[in-house]
């Protein structure tokens, strides 16, 4: 990874372990069975997850119409990186709420937790490195590997021509 990676990654792992606190999704668990710490930040992470919900419905099909390299692209892709990690993140310690046994959540939420940094970091470096999430995502479904190999192959290019341009 890039040095240039690193205070990005480490603001990631901040806002995740922010986001780590235990919550609570289910409706129909009694409220003998919650404690504190369970409903604390549950409203506002709710209200993140929902907000990130409506996000990605609205940018989803943004995407499947957007041009490689325009500003509209650009601003598509710097979406999905945003609400993509921080909606796979809420989700997904929803799911260790409601069905990991209180006995391993810690070692789940820090699983969960590294997995997110991870998948917020690979798809920064994607989008800031590489072609961007929408021309992968085309890419991989129009050609598979070699689709892939191509858009990588001219974010290259252009990168390089952007280099030189510089100079």
């Not at 990654?9 to 806002?15: A, F, T």
């Not at 919650?34 to 409506?54: E, F, I, R």
């Amino acid at each position: 990874m890039n040095a240039s990676f690193v205070p990005f990654v480490l603001l990631l792992l901040r806002l995740f372990l922010l986001l780590s606190t235990p919550t609570s999704s289910s409706s129909h668990s009694s409220s003998q069975n919650k404690t504190t710490a369970d409903t604390a930040n549950a409203p506002q992470l709710k209200k993140l997850y929902h907000n990130s919900s409506l996000a990605l419905a609205g940018l989803v099909p943004l995407a499947v119409f957007q041009q490689q390299g325009d500003l509209f692209g650009r601003i598509v892709d710097a979406g999905l990186t945003v609400a993509l990690p921080i909606h796979s993140h809420i989700a997904m310690n929803y799911v260790v709420t409601d069905y990991i046994p209180k006995s391993v959540r810690g070692a789940a939420r820090w699983g969960v937790l590294g997995s997110s940094v991870v998948i917020a970091a690979g798809i920064l470096k994607l989008n800031v490195a590489g072609p961007g999430v929408t021309a992968t995502v085309k890419a991989l479904w129009k050609g598979g590997e070699a689709g892939f190999a191509a858009a990588a192959g001219k974010a290259a290019v252009e990168a390089a021509e952007a280099k030189k341009e510089k100079k």
